[in-house]
């Protein structure tokens, strides 16, 4: 839980030699300061000041700031209080707000900024990113200048959108700006700062783009995994990777640099998606048979440490930010896919092998070997049948293409 004081912050003093009064809020070993007032003017002390503010005999002036303080630090801890009777998750910029009573404009930024930090403490990173990103292309459009949400509307939509497309970047990217650019407005509703009857994107059609292929055949696996790579290289390392991720029902990289020796129990994988376990009520948890081509592949790449806690593969450390971690993964991610590139332009595959391409080959398999959609949408840990036709859109494709050979 967060905690509050008055302090005398002893940064910079001024020419008198006096420091000012704040309120000093710590959360998780981050800290933010709040100037106090008094009288309309910022609270200022020299050291001299601040001990006989703080006198169990204090006169006059100092008496009256002494007053004043207790009534700001009540003020926070009841904030505090209030916050978790609420059961609302502490932000600074939540705390900040309430303490000095801003009144809420429901600035786009705001909420982005408000979002963004609370995806931060939950260490959902790669998120929290997102959105940053996000929010400097819109203020980058807007020039820096603040905004609320009824000033979105279908014309600021689509505005916007040329905005990017002139800036050259792709219906993906387009797409994500504007996805979280939703999420906000959505958002935003909920707290009431716009109406529901204002909704831009009722008439609006986010960009997207037709997925290309990414899977590739059973026979096309088998060949990856004939490869001839000699141990320990890059290309081995990529190699084996992409097969414990196709072996391991399209396990995620992210969730692969996670695992931990205690996540093996009785001959199977077992843990939950990073993507959702910090996401109250949507965790998937998956339980994988470690079979015979699993268990060479994943005892060759594993670490010697065998304790519990220990990572199961020699990705990420001990004692790491979350922040740390994140940008571990991301190398981990960029340098296999460098690889596994120069792996799929050897074997001249039509399509350019990337860690994603395990995870659709998986769907894809195993749907060639006749699995329902269902089944596979349950394997992949999918909410929604849509998601997982995504995986399926280049089967599809496929299987077309064979009948239209055998028409006549």
């Given at each position: 839980?967060?905690?509050?004081?008055?302090?005398?912050?002893?940064?910079?003093?001024?020419?008198?030699?006096?420091?000012?009064?704040?309120?000093?809020?710590?959360?998780?070993?981050?800290?933010?300061?709040?100037?106090?007032?008094?009288?309309?003017?910022?609270?200022?002390?020299?050291?001299?000041?601040?001990?006989?503010?703080?006198?169990?005999?204090?006169?006059?002036?100092?008496?009256?700031?002494?007053?004043?303080?207790?009534?700001?630090?009540?003020?926070?801890?009841?904030?505090?209080?209030?916050?978790?009777?609420q059961n609302k998750q502490f932000t600074f910029n939540r705390l900040e707000e309430q303490f000095l009573e801003k009144r809420k404009e429901g600035t786009?930024?705001?909420?982005?900024?408000?979002?963004?930090?609370?995806?931060?403490?939950?260490?959902?990173?790669?998120?929290?990113?997102?959105?940053?990103?996000?929010?400097?292309?819109?203020?980058?459009?807007?020039?820096?200048?603040?905004?609320?949400?009824?000033?979105?509307?279908?014309?600021?939509?689509?505005?916007?959108?040329r905005h990017l497309r002139d800036k050259d970047l792709s219906i993906n990217t387009?797409?994500?700006?504007?996805?979280?650019?939703?999420?906000?407005?959505?958002?935003?509703?909920?707290?009431?700062?716009?109406?529901?009857?204002?909704?831009?994107?009722?008439?609006?059609?986010?960009?997207?783009?037709?997925?290309?292929?990414?899977?590739?055949?059973?026979?096309?696996?088998?060949?990856?995994?004939?490869?001839?790579?000699?141990?320990?290289?890059?290309?081995?390392?990529?190699?084996?990777?992409?097969?414990?991720?196709?072996?391991?029902?399209?396990?995620?990289?992210?969730?692969?640099?996670?695992?931990?020796?205690?996540?093996?129990?009785?001959?199977?994988?077992?843990?939950?998606?990073?993507?959702?376990?910090?996401?109250?009520?949507?965790?998937?948890?998956?339980?994988?048979?470690?079979?015979?081509?699993?268990?060479?592949?994943?005892?060759?790449?594993?670490?010697?440490?065998?304790?519990?806690?220990?990572?199961?593969?020699?990705?990420?450390?001990?004692?790491?930010?979350?922040?740390?971690?994140?940008?571990?993964?991301?190398?981990?991610?960029?340098?296999?896919?460098?690889?596994?590139?120069?792996?799929?332009?050897?074997?001249?595959?039509?399509?350019?092998?990337?860690?994603?391409?395990?995870?659709?080959?998986?769907?894809?398999?195993?749907?060639?070997?006749?699995?329902?959609?269902?089944?596979?949408?349950?394997?992949?840990?999918?909410?929604?049948?849509?998601?997982?036709?995504?995986?399926?859109?280049?089967?599809?494709?496929?299987?077309?293409?064979?009948?239209?050979?055998?028409?006549?």
């Amino acid at each position: 839980m967060a905690t509050v004081s008055i302090i005398l912050h002893k940064q910079r003093p001024r020419q008198d030699g006096s420091y000012p009064i704040r309120l000093r809020v710590t959360h998780k070993k981050e800290r933010r300061y709040i100037s106090l007032e008094m009288e309309d003017e910022i609270m200022y002390a020299t050291e001299e000041e601040w001990d006989k503010i703080n006198s169990p005999k204090a006169k006059g002036r100092y008496r009256d700031m002494k007053l004043q303080i207790a009534v700001y630090e009540q003020k926070a801890k009841q904030i505090l209080i209030d916050l978790a009777a609420q059961n609302k998750q502490f932000t600074f910029n939540r705390l900040e707000e309430q303490f000095l009573e801003k009144r809420k404009e429901g600035t786009v930024k705001e909420m982005f900024e408000t979002v963004i930090e609370e995806l931060k403490q939950e260490k959902r990173i790669g998120t929290a990113q997102s959105y940053g990103n996000a929010l400097n292309s819109i203020m980058v459009f807007k020039n820096k200048k603040a905004f609320s949400f009824p000033d979105v509307d279908l014309k600021f939509l689509k505005k916007y959108e040329r905005h990017l497309r002139d800036k050259d970047l792709s219906i993906n990217t387009i797409g994500i700006y504007m996805r979280s650019l939703r999420t906000m407005y959505n958002r935003a509703i909920k707290e009431g700062l716009v109406k529901q009857a204002d909704y831009p994107f009722t008439h609006y059609k986010i960009p997207a783009k037709a997925g290309r292929k990414r899977a590739l055949t059973h026979e096309g696996m088998k060949r990856i995994y004939d490869y001839p790579a000699i141990p320990a290289t890059p290309q081995w390392y990529a190699k084996n990777y992409f097969l414990f991720s196709y072996l391991t029902q399209g396990m995620n990289f992210t969730d692969m640099a996670h695992l931990k020796c205690s996540n093996i129990i009785e001959g199977r994988i077992c843990y939950e998606r990073q993507k959702t376990s910090r996401t109250v009520g949507e965790i998937t948890s998956f339980s994988i048979k470690i079979t015979d081509q699993l268990a060479n592949i994943m005892n060759q790449l594993r670490t010697d440490q065998r304790n519990p806690g220990d990572y199961l593969f020699p990705i990420l450390q001990k004692g790491l930010t979350a922040e740390q971690e994140k940008n571990k993964v991301r190398q981990f991610v960029k340098t296999t896919n460098k690889w596994l590139n120069r792996i799929g332009k050897e074997l001249e595959f039509p399509l350019k092998l990337t860690t994603y391409v395990a995870r659709h080959s998986y769907a894809t398999v195993l749907k060639h070997k006749g699995y329902s959609t269902s089944t596979i949408m349950e394997s992949l840990g999918h909410k929604l049948e849509k998601t997982t036709q995504v995986y399926l859109d280049s089967l599809h494709e496929s299987v077309l293409d064979e009948a239209n050979e055998n028409l006549l």
